[in-house]
């Protein structure tokens, strides 16, 4: 995990040997923690809410969305008007990508008009050749890039560290695409950018194609659509990145935090440290 590797020295006796599926299988949370929203924002979503994509994988008849965040910009050329926007998201949702089209856009499904009922909303820009950077298959992770506007309309690339143990057993917040139709509350809502909120609450070690690796367990709420997107600390900053599932009837896996609280199911993270990792190899500080 390189040099930030001391940063998931963090729970004594809290790991657990999983081994899980693909985000696309993600946890249902306990009744107590039902909920994604869109309003009432806290100031560490503000901060990251438009530096977050959705992933859209198109089709003629169907359609396929996960989630990614921005995490920097190159100019093509000196003086040039247009730029490479870097993003990270799911590496199974670009692998898994065989339909016709595949853009970013900030958001899916935005009202015709806007709060005043008159204007013609404007449609959000699509970052079309979409083209990866990296794959990380440890991790399950890409990088990709898109080419567009200098002048882009977009927020700050989510600053990434490598001491996640700094949200250990505090706050965190995800933001992403969760689908609606896996999630009785929500099916008569559109597919929109939500955000959850949980904690940061152990490690588990995962396995994926054979590689062990370490992940941090969060109680964040997460759906299919929601892999790639960011978790954050209080202040905005990167804490990991929603990967794999666990505790679900279909997967039989679960990481109980407390005993007593059976239906304490997890969304599982990529950590910091590894997303700073796959960045730096790809030159991206």
């Known amino acids: ?117 008159i204007t013609v909303a404007r449609r959000p820009p699509r970052l079309r050749r979409v083209r990866v950077v990296a794959l990380d298959n440890v991790y399950d992770m890409a990088l990709v890039r898109a080419e567009a506007s200098m002048r882009l309309p977009i927020g700050e690339p989510v600053p990434v560290d490598d001491r996640c143990d700094r949200a250990l057993h505090r706050v965190v917040y995800a933001v992403g695409f969760p689908g609606v139709k896996k999630r009785r509350s929500l099916r008569r809502k559109r597919e929109v950018k939500r955000w959850s909120k949980g904690q940061f609450v152990g490690l588990g070690i995962a396995d994926f194609r054979g590689a062990e690796a370490t992940y941090i367990a969060s109680s964040v709420d997460s759906l299919p659509g929601s892999s790639g997107g960011p978790v954050v600390d209080e202040r905005g900053v990167l804490v990991g990145v929603v990967a794999k599932g666990a505790a679900g009837a279909d997967n039989k896996f679960r990481y109980d935090v407390d005993p007593k609280k059976p239906n304490d199911w997890q969304t599982f993270l990529v950590p910091c440290d590894a997303v700073l990792g796959i960045l730096q190899r790809a030159g991206l500080e």
């Open 1 to 117: 995990m390189g040099r930030g590797s001391r940063a998931i020295n963090l729970k004594r006796g809290a790991r657990l040997i999983l081994s899980i599926g693909l985000a696309c299988v993600l946890s249902l949370p306990s009744s107590a923690d039902e909920g994604f929203f869109v309003g009432n924002k806290p100031a560490a979503v503000r901060r990251i809410w438009p530096s977050v994509y959705a992933f859209v994988c198109e089709g003629r008849r169907d359609s396929y969305t996960a989630t990614a965040f921005f995490v920097g910009r190159k100019q093509v050329a000196r003086n040039a008007k247009r730029g490479d926007y870097y993003f990270m998201t799911a590496g199974h949702a670009i692998e898994e990508c065989k339909r016709r089209r595949r853009y970013l856009v900030e958001n899916l499904n935005r009202p015709r008009f806007e709060k005043d009922g």
